[in-house]
């Protein structure tokens, strides 16, 4: 079974920085996408950054100031926030695309991290 770790949340100041790390573990034959979501209370949860083999895309909010990046030995994708906002409060999630061996076969599958809160006081 494939499982998503995440770690590195925390409380700020504003201006300040966080590091999120999510680590994957099972029996993961291939990453296809990566990416971290936030859901701040009361809204829906929305895409902060995604990366896959060619593409990273950041949300028009966040473009400049946070860096998604991954590695690749250890299975795990990092989110490095800088210049933090009040209205970057919210709970993270790591999701990840991938492949999981099975016996004598595979399966594509979309998995969760647990969340990850970030609070940015100003």
């Known amino acids: 079974q494939v499982q998503l770790v995440e770690s590195g949340g925390g409380s700020v100041q504003a201006g300040g920085s966080l590091r999120l790390s999510c680590v994957a573990s099972g029996n993961i034959l291939r990453i296809h996408s990566m990416a971290w979501y936030y859901q701040a209370p009361g809204k829906k949860r929305e895409l902060v950054a995604s990366m896959s083999r060619n593409d990273i895309h950041y949300a028009d909010s966040v473009k400049g100031r946070f860096t998604i990046s991954n590695d690749n030995d250890e299975n795990t994708v990092y989110l490095q926030m800088n210049s933090l906002k009040a209205e970057d409060t919210a709970v993270y999630y790591c999701?990840?695309?991938?492949?999981?061996?099975?016996?004598?076969?595979?399966?594509?599958?979309?998995?969760w991290g647990q969340g990850a809160l970030v609070i940015v006081s100003s």
């Open positions: 999701n990840m695309n991938v492949r999981e061996s099975t016996w004598m076969s595979y399966r594509d599958l979309e998995v």
